[in-house]
């Protein structure tokens, strides 16, 4: 979604780099738009993207395990490749890998005699009637900064509670910091998922913004040496955008671009695959590269980039600029295809353009969306994504046109064996981490996308993306034996009903009380062998809200509604 007006360094806004040496009470006061004005004429260093960094991780305090042996006993099984699900089986995890998948009965009988079936548990899960699918992979998130929630706490436990066992950030705030928790994460010092780390090109060094491609090879390099898993680009230009993939394929990077409207005249989805992109997250770059008539979106004279409700409400007015299975649309899918190509959409990003009222009353608001992110999502001409000036239902007209195709592309790519992830980019928009992945997953099956190609997307689909260029095998995102053990377990059919994933759960009729309740949440989250209450992380992130508004004047809680 972004080019977004943050403290965190090199600020990267519409693929231009903001100076680090701004002091940070003066950029916070910057608008959107004088932001994206300023040029990439300074450089970075470690300590200014630190400034403004969400407060680390604390140390673990939640989780059980690694155990040399943990059995979760007769559950249903979902394991993320597409199969379909089976059980009851065992699930046998030493340490912090899969070790065995045993059956545990036949459906419909009485479960196998005890001694039949794995022992030596140090720990067992009676998983017996639930369901276990692959840990999430998120592919686009952020930490941001301080401004929309202090602590990145607060984020990974919204990821663990629902599931969500591994994350990229592009980027999560700071190299520095990015790179620091990453670090803990692997060593599970901390409540976290796994993180992978993706920078924007000039971030992290002291030798300033990439503006040749002999400094685009060079900065790649010191990314590599340095701890980082990949790139997230702009639409560069072209000569940088090659030596920067090529580079990045070389030492096996993976990269990923917002193929941002100020760039993407020269640099589209087509041409920057060509170029060796492995995957293009939302949609720019898609459509400008099937115009029938056009070469450029035909933006209404008096648009204005800069102001942020001229530029989202105009960009899905490109809806009709497309013939869906056209010849440049099949063209398109079919070279996608052939250079293995991720599409990673966020669709979750823009949802409340379709339909303003109804996500800004999202259930989840009033008790797990910090007052501080709330603030932020509230509309004002400072804050990236809080562009809703005077939002029409022209507007969200335009925007449900504009999915409708958009799904159509992404549900034809997935039908000829192209690989769709989903994935958030929360932070934004009236978008709570955790949350809006789920969301994401039910948005994939809106558009055509069967449960179980829902959940590979968000498992299998994702992890095989992160592993692209990688020396290793895919070790995680489908339950497999000999993978690591990084899973959820749900007391519900997440194929009957995305929403029982929902930390809220989703909303059922009990027939034997006549009265409504809600079913679902994931119960635990296993990653790397950990076993998580995800239900008590839940409730660690309502009490960081309830807490963050005791300590606010009164005339400042703006609460949702």
Same mark, same amino acid.
């Given at each position: 979604?972004?080019?977004?007006?943050?403290?965190?360094?090199?600020?990267?806004?519409?693929?231009?780099?903001?100076?680090?040496?701004?002091?940070?009470?003066?950029?916070?006061?910057?608008?959107?738009?004088?932001?994206?004005?300023?040029?990439?004429?300074?450089?970075?260093?470690?300590?200014?993207?630190?400034?403004?960094?969400?407060?680390?991780?604390?140390?673990?305090?939640?989780?059980?395990?690694?155990?040399?042996?943990?059995?979760?006993?007769?559950?249903?099984?979902?394991?993320?490749?597409?199969?379909?699900?089976?059980?009851?089986?065992?699930?046998?995890?030493?340490?912090?890998?899969?070790?065995?998948?045993?059956?545990?009965?036949?459906?419909?009988?009485?479960?196998?005699?005890?001694?039949?079936?794995?022992?030596?548990?140090?720990?067992?899960?009676?998983?017996?009637?639930?369901?276990?699918?692959?840990?999430?992979?998120?592919?686009?998130?952020?930490?941001?900064?301080?401004?929309?929630?202090?602590?990145?706490?607060?984020?990974?436990?919204?990821?663990?509670?629902?599931?969500?066992?591994?994350?990229?950030?592009?980027?999560?705030?700071?190299?520095?910091?990015?790179?620091?928790?990453?670090?803990?994460?692997?060593?599970?010092?901390?409540?976290?998922?796994?993180?992978?780390?993706?920078?924007?090109?000039?971030?992290?060094?002291?030798?300033?913004?990439?503006?040749?491609?002999?400094?685009?090879?060079?900065?790649?390099?010191?990314?590599?040496?340095?701890?980082?898993?990949?790139?997230?680009?702009?639409?560069?230009?072209?000569?940088?955008?090659?030596?920067?993939? @090529? &580079? =990045?394929?070389? %030492? #096996? /990077?993976?990269? !990923?671009? +917002?193929?941002?409207?100020?760039?993407? $005249?020269?640099?589209?989805? @087509? &041409? =920057?695959?060509? %170029? #060796? /992109?492995?995957? !293009?997250? +939302?949609?720019?770059?898609?459509?400008? $590269?099937?115009?029938?008539?056009?070469?450029?979106?035909?933006?209404?004279?008096?648009?204005?980039?800069?102001?942020?409700?001229?530029?989202?409400?105009?960009?899905?007015?490109?809806?009709?600029?497309?013939?869906?299975?056209?010849?440049?649309?099949?063209?398109?899918?079919?070279?996608?295809?052939?250079?293995?190509?991720?599409?990673?959409?966020?669709?979750?990003?823009?949802?409340?353009?379709?339909?303003?009222?109804?996500?800004?009353?999202?259930?989840?608001?009033?008790?797990?969306?910090?007052?501080?992110?709330?603030?932020?999502?509230?509309?004002?001409?400072?804050?990236?994504?809080?562009?809703?000036?005077?939002?029409?239902?022209?507007?969200?007209?335009?925007?449900?046109?504009?999915?409708?195709?958009?799904?159509?592309?992404?549900?034809?790519?997935?039908?000829?064996?192209?690989?769709?992830?989903?994935?958030?980019?929360?932070?934004?928009?009236?978008?709570?981490?955790?949350?809006?992945?789920?969301?994401?997953?039910?948005?994939?099956?809106?558009?055509?996308?069967?449960?179980?190609?829902?959940?590979?997307?968000?498992?299998?689909?994702?992890?095989?993306?992160?592993?692209?260029?990688?020396?290793?095998?895919?070790?995680?995102?489908?339950?497999?034996?000999?993978?690591?053990?990084?899973?959820?377990?749900?007391?519900?059919?997440?194929?009957?009903?995305?929403?029982?994933?929902?930390?809220?759960?989703?909303?059922?009729?009990?027939?034997?009380?006549?009265?409504?309740?809600?079913?679902?949440?994931?119960?635990?989250?296993?990653?790397?062998?950990?076993?998580?209450?995800?239900?008590?992380?839940?409730?660690?992130?309502?009490?960081?809200?309830?807490?963050?508004?005791?300590?606010?004047?009164?005339?400042?809680?703006?609460?949702?509604?």
């Amino acid at each position: 979604m972004k080019n977004r007006v943050l403290t965190i360094g090199a600020l990267v806004l519409s693929g231009i780099v903001v100076s680090a040496a701004t002091p940070a009470p003066a950029l916070a006061r910057q608008s959107a738009a004088q932001a994206s004005a300023m040029t990439m004429s300074t450089t970075t260093t470690l300590q200014a993207e630190r400034a403004d960094d969400p407060k680390a991780a604390p140390a673990r305090r939640e989780g059980d395990g690694p155990f040399t042996r943990l059995v979760v006993r007769g559950v249903t099984l979902i394991d993320g490749t597409g199969g379909p699900p089976r059980g009851p089986v065992d699930v046998v995890i030493e340490g912090n890998r899969i070790v065995n998948i045993a059956s545990a009965g036949t459906p419909g009988l009485p479960m196998s005699d005890s001694t039949k079936r794995p022992r030596g548990a140090v720990r067992e899960i009676q998983a017996a009637g639930m369901y276990m699918i692959p840990g999430i992979v998120d592919l686009h998130v952020h930490q941001g900064t301080k401004q929309k929630a202090p602590d990145s706490e607060y984020y990974n436990k919204l990821w663990l509670a629902h599931g969500i066992t591994a994350v990229r950030g592009v980027p999560f705030a700071s190299f520095d910091y990015s790179i620091k928790e990453k670090a803990r994460s692997a060593k599970n010092e901390i409540t976290a998922p796994r993180y992978v780390v993706y920078q924007r090109p000039g971030t992290g060094w002291d030798k300033g913004a990439v503006r040749t491609p002999a400094q685009a090879r060079e900065w790649v390099q010191w990314l590599a040496q340095n701890g980082g898993d990949g790139l997230k680009l702009g639409a560069e230009r072209p000569d940088i955008m090659a030596a920067l993939l @090529d &580079e =990045a394929k070389k %030492l #096996g /990077l993976g990269s !990923v671009a +917002h193929l941002q409207q100020t760039g993407v $005249a020269q640099m589209n989805a @087509d &041409e =920057a695959t060509r %170029l #060796g /992109l492995q995957t !293009v997250t +939302h949609y720019y770059g898609l459509f400008e $590269a099937m115009y029938d008539n056009n070469s450029v979106q035909p933006w209404p004279v008096d648009l204005n980039y800069n102001n942020e409700q001229d530029r989202f409400g105009q960009v899905a007015r490109q809806w009709n600029l497309v013939t869906p299975r056209s010849e440049k649309w099949n063209s398109l899918l079919k070279k996608f295809k052939e250079r293995d190509v991720t599409l990673d959409p966020t669709m979750v990003a823009y949802l409340t353009g379709r339909d303003m009222t109804h996500h800004i009353a999202a259930p989840w608001h009033a008790k797990y969306t910090l007052p501080s992110l709330w603030d932020y999502y509230t509309p004002n001409r400072e804050n990236h994504g809080s562009y809703w000036y005077y939002w029409t239902t022209a507007d969200e007209i335009a925007w449900r046109n504009f999915y409708r195709v958009w799904m159509q592309f992404l549900n034809d790519y997935k039908n000829m064996g192209g690989r769709v992830t989903a994935s958030s980019d929360a932070g934004f928009i009236y978008n709570t981490p955790g949350f809006s992945t789920i969301q994401e997953m039910e948005l994939l099956q809106e558009a055509g996308f069967h449960p179980l190609e829902v959940i590979r997307a968000g498992t299998y689909h994702a992890a095989e993306t992160l592993a692209r260029n990688k020396a290793t095998p895919v070790e995680y995102g489908s339950v497999q034996i000999g993978n690591l053990a990084d899973l959820a377990i749900v007391d519900q059919n997440p194929l009957e009903n995305l929403k029982v994933l929902y930390g809220t759960g989703a909303l059922k009729l009990n027939d034997k009380t006549g009265k409504p309740e809600q079913v679902g949440g994931v119960k635990w989250t296993i990653k790397d062998g950990i076993v998580y209450d995800a239900k008590k992380l839940l409730a660690d992130v309502g009490k960081m809200v309830e807490d963050q508004r005791k300590t606010r004047p009164a005339a400042d809680v703006v609460r949702p509604r």
